[in-house]
């Protein structure tokens, strides 16, 4: 079993930025893909970004553009997404997922079918 754990989040105003962090125990390292998906209130859970755990192959949703980068450090196990220039849409519950990486993950990789799934953590924008 994977367990992963979510901090970083908080209250910004509009324009600033975080950093959120992903810590992954248990048995990783077997080829996993890691991803960041939200949910804000009222709205169906989204992807917003993916990174396989071996070779650091990086995926985006399109509404990103640009502002959210997504990392991994192998010596921690764990995974980040700055996020920048934010705005009060970006405004949500940002959950960190894990899986299985498989020969169909560069195609599936932003579907919410992930297997393990961490609390999450609130990204509050104010203006």
């Known amino acids: 079993q994977v367990q992963l754990v979510e901090s970083g989040g908080g209250l910004v105003q509009a324009g600033g930025s975080l950093r959120l962090t992903c810590a992954a125990s248990?048995?990783?390292?077997?080829?996993?893909?890691m991803g960041w998906f939200r949910q804000a209130p009222g709205k169906e859970r989204e992807f917003v970004a993916a990174?396989?755990?071996?070779?650091?192959?990086?995926y985006y949703a399109d509404f990103v553009k640009g502002r959210f980068t997504i990392s991994r450090d192998l010596a921690k196990n764990t995974v980040n997404l700055q996020v920048n220039s934010l705005k009060p849409e970006d405004a949500a519950i940002y959950y960190c997922?894990?899986?299985?990486?498989?020969?169909?993950?560069?195609?599936?990789?932003?579907?919410?079918?992930?297997?393990?799934w961490g609390q999450g953590t609130q990204v509050t924008v104010s203006s």
């Open positions: 997922a894990a899986r299985l990486w498989d020969l169909d993950y560069s195609i599936n990789y932003n579907s919410p079918h992930y297997r393990y």
């Open positions: 248990g048995h990783t390292g077997s080829n996993y893909a």
């Open positions: 990174i396989t755990w071996n070779g650091g192959r990086t």
